[in-house]
């Protein structure tokens, strides 16, 4: 079983999300552990791009605080380095094909290995294209997190079935960013993909509320939070853990409890 | 996409419909002109113009917007959206969405709708909305993003007309089928004329689409050198510059991998040009693959060349062509001296000028403004 199989082992997963330096180095050390205190499964590394075209405004502006103090994807994996001294929490990285590409997609998804990173999330790679990464990435036994919207229809069965570590629902089109209404079918979209894979799914894109959190829940096996986490962050600068600890425990404490079986 | 494109090619009614509003709404065929004073200025080889600034909207763009509009309306699409840099590709769009009835938005980054205000409202008398790109640094990359976010968030009624030989497969390749128009009647009209085929296309290269389909209807014939050329800006060597294919590496970006002005982390550079319609800091795969294999020629061409060639090519022919066209009429201008009289370059003059009068004016120093 992949690492990340395991985050939704006999729980409903929260999934929470910050741009890695963002505002620096080290808060990110501590944001990412204190997510994982609250309550977080996984945590979403963002590595800034100049161009995140999946993206809304909060997180295109958190990337830009991360630029402007020198983010580089070496400096990121010292970040993870450093996060690892203090937690176990299963990690993924979230970004665009061409950081990976040119960093060299065996380089990269070894580092990964070695730090602990068990998945790569890259908005702008279409199932079709990803012939090249995904041998490299399973050499490494790095998950490659397919992205299935509300427009995949007839492609979900190829993005599906030989998924790994689980599968990113994006709830509604668009970019990502808080939504107060979800109108996708949901219920529909992750009954569609459970026709083809066991792999488990988590729903992202708009999500923010405790509300949210149990609603979804229920549908899926996790929720996936990044915007509302990063305009944390945004708010509290340097200091914002015990914001993000909170936060985490709200929307975990939130989720279903599966029954024990 | 790749099913609808291709069922479309091989309808003969779809064809028919494309080459009827191409030549009776679009002002196709476009001229092929013998520019004979510049030739004897220059004083070398012949010098002929395709004439794809005197279409209607004045650009090359249109030959792919009607393609691709038809392709829209075969889809039950009723919105397009575009990007657009200098606002040739926007006009186009809103032109044959407001033939079509469709309604229609734009993307153009604010640097963009700064110096082309008179195409902004050009768009906006044709009933096009028009947004403009704030995120990034507001060029025409940025409006491709957004449009690209736009088309992501509402695909079920909307058709994203892409306006250069950019992006995922297969719109490079459909945007290249639509524009071979200009090569298939341009390789007709010289060997009408002359009876052999030219020596040499020249064609400006932005993401490329006027340069592919300049160059298509050529490229299986070694003897005819195929020469783009890009926006240098202030330099090749400089940092304000578009000159993809001499200055960029290889990279995946908007789809496609291709060539790109990046940094060694994979991020896009900025780029600059004073022409709106070149400054894209990528170039479309094909131009890349023809680079590779050396079957055409990629040259850079700075801002103070082009804005010469703008003024030359008034004074010697009357003929006010887009700045991005006259990055193709400044190579010309340096490669005819020093060929044969009776060799033949055929120069693609993808739009007219007009838009950019204001900015020479601006760019010499000039006050035009009462």
């Known amino acids: 079983m992949s690492e990340l199989a395991k985050v939704f082992q006999n729980k409903k997963a929260f999934i929470g999300f910050v741009v890695a330096d963002d505002p620096d180095a080290d808060s990110t050390v501590k944001n990412v552990v204190a997510l994982a205190e609250g309550g977080a499964d996984l945590v979403e590394l963002g590595i800034p791009f100049s161009d995140p075209v999946a993206d809304g405004p909060v997180i295109q502006e958190a990337d830009l605080r991360a630029f402007k103090v020198g983010v580089t994807p070496d400096k990121i994996f010292e970040i993870v380095a450093a996060i690892r001294k203090e937690t176990t929490v299963p990690l993924v990285f979230l970004t665009y094909l061409n950081i990976v590409f040119k960093y060299g997609y065996d380089k990269f998804c070894a580092r990964c290995q070695k730090l602990g990173v068990s998945g790569l999330i890259i908005p702008d790679m279409p199932y079709e294209e990803k012939g090249d990464l995904a041998p490299i990435a399973a050499k490494y036994a790095v998950d490659l997190i397919p992205l299935v919207t509300p427009t995949s229809g007839h492609r979900i069965e190829k993005i599906v079935k030989h998924a790994t570590g689980f599968i990113y629902v994006v709830s509604s089109m668009g970019v990502t960013g808080t939504r107060n209404t979800i109108k996708t079918d949901l219920h529909q979209l992750i009954q569609q993909i459970r026709q083809y894979t066991d792999t488990p799914t988590a729903i992202g894109f708009g999500v923010h509320t405790p509300e949210q959190a149990s609603e979804l829940g229920a549908i899926a096996d996790g929720v996936i939070v990044g915007s509302a986490i990063v305009k944390l962050v945004a708010q509290n600068g340097t200091n914002a853990a015990p914001a993000l600890k909170k936060y985490a425990q709200e929307m975990k404490a939130a989720l279903p409890v599966l029954s024990a079986e | ?370």
């Open chain 2, 1 to 370: 996409m790749r099913q609808p494109i291709n069922e479309a090619k091989n309808d003969p009614k779809f064809q028919k419909e494309l080459t009827d509003l191409l030549n009776n709404y679009a002002n196709r065929p476009s001229l092929l002109y013998h520019a004979k004073r510049m030739s004897d200025d220059l004083g070398g080889a012949q010098i002929y113009f395709k004439r794809e600034d005197l279409n209607h909207t004045g650009a090359h763009k249109i030959n792919n917007v009607i393609g691709q509009a038809l392709l829209a309306k075969r889809l039950g699409k009723t919105r397009l959206i575009a990007e657009t840099g200098a606002g040739q590709h926007g006009v186009a769009t809103a032109t044959i969405a407001a033939l079509f009835g469709m309604s229609c938005e734009i993307y153009m980054g604010k640097m963009d709708t700064d110096r082309q205000k008179l195409n902004v409202y050009r768009m906006e008398l044709l009933g096009a909305k028009v947004h403009s790109v704030t995120s990034g640094s507001m060029v025409l990359k940025d409006a491709i993003n957004a449009a690209m976010q736009e088309w992501a968030s509402r695909v079920d009624d909307t058709f994203y007309v892409i306006g250069s030989a950019v992006g995922p497969h297969p719109f490079p390749e459909m945007v290249r089928d639509f524009q071979s128009v200009i090569s298939r009647e341009a390789r007709a009209q010289i060997l009408k004329e002359t009876g052999k085929l030219p020596d040499a296309i020249v064609a400006c290269v932005g993401g490329g689409s006027n340069a592919i389909g300049s160059f298509a209807e050529f490229i299986n014939d070694p003897s005819v050198q195929l020469i783009g050329c890009e926006a240098a800006g202030r330099g090749v060597d400089t940092d304000q510059t578009a000159a993809t294919l001499e200055r960029g590496s290889t990279g995946i970006f908007h789809g496609m991998k291709s060539v790109f002005l990046q940094d060694k982390f994979g991020q896009i550079d900025k780029v600059y040009s004073i022409s709106a319609g070149l400054d894209y800091p990528g170039v479309g795969p094909e131009h890349a693959a023809l680079n590779a294999s050396g079957r055409a020629q990629y040259v850079g061409i700075t801002d103070d060349e082009a804005v010469d060639a703008f003024e030359y090519i008034a004074k010697t022919e009357g003929i006010i062509a887009a700045i991005e066209s006259s990055h193709a009429v400044a190579y010309v201008e340096k490669m005819a001296p020093k060929m044969r009289k009776d060799q033949v370059i055929i120069c693609t003059l993808s739009g007219r000028g007009d838009k950019d009068v204001a900015s020479i004016a601006k760019y010499r120093g000039v006050d035009i403004n009462e």
